[in-house]
């Protein structure tokens, strides 16, 4: 009875670990098409953009960046003032359970500030995006052309 009963000890230890393996793995957030433009010259900012597919019953929201390619990441959006469209940083970017949030150029961006180098057309970078609920996640941003929409 002894033995058993700590098999059963075991086991119920193991499923707990593959319970929370099992929620690690299958977060409700994706991050898709992220991309970037080639800087020309010395241009010292650049932006990222990309979509988050929340296919979860719960809303997130996206809080913050991160990115060794620039010395400060920031979230911005773009207003309309008086017909001059200007860039704004806002604090958080709501993903909606089901829905999806899209940060493309005009939109929501995540702004680069200060490159450490250009970005070079064909390449790759990582972006570490912040959601309250979905944590930390790491996603390659591909570098188009000048220009590319
Ligand atoms: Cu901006």
Same mark, same amino acid.
């Given at each position: 009875?002894?033995?058993?009963?700590?098999?059963?000890?075991?086991?119920?230890?193991?499923?707990?670990?593959?319970?929370?393996?099992?929620?690690?793995?299958?977060?409700?957030?994706?991050?898709?098409?992220?991309?970037?433009?080639? %800087?020309?010259? !010395? #241009?010292? =900012?650049?932006? @990222?953009?990309? $979509?988050?597919?929340?296919?979860?019953? /719960? &809303?997130? %929201?996206?809080? !913050? #960046?991160? =990115?060794?390619? @620039?010395?400060? $990441?920031?979230?911005?959006?773009?207003? /309309? &003032?008086?017909?001059?469209?200007?860039?704004?940083?806002?604090?958080?970017?709501? $993903?909606?359970?089901?829905?999806?949030?899209?940060?493309?150029?005009?939109?929501?961006?995540?702004?680069?500030?200060?490159?450490?180098?250009?970005?070079?057309?064909?390449?790759?970078?990582?972006?570490?995006?912040?959601?309250?609920?979905?944590?930390?996640?790491?996603?390659?941003?591909?570098?188009?052309?000048?220009?590319?929409?």
């Amino acid at each position: 009875m002894r033995a058993l009963g700590r098999n059963g000890l075991i086991f119920g230890g193991l499923l707990a670990f593959c319970l929370i393996g099992t929620a690690a793995a299958e977060s409700p957030i994706a991050v898709e098409n992220a991309w970037s433009r080639a %800087t020309a010259g !010395g #241009a010292k =900012a650049g932006a @990222a953009f990309f $979509v988050v597919e929340n296919r979860g019953s /719960n &809303d997130d %929201t996206l809080l !913050g #960046a991160d =990115a060794e390619v @620039a010395d400060s $990441v920031e979230l911005h959006t773009h207003i /309309n &003032d008086s017909g001059v469209m200007r860039m704004r940083p806002v604090e958080r970017i709501l $993903v909606p359970a089901g829905g999806q949030a899209t940060l493309q150029p005009g939109g929501y961006h995540v702004m680069l500030i200060g490159l450490r180098a250009p970005l070079v057309e064909g390449t790759t970078f990582p972006l570490g995006l912040t959601f309250a609920h979905a944590g930390h996640i790491t996603v390659p941003v591909t570098v188009k052309a000048t220009g590319a929409r």
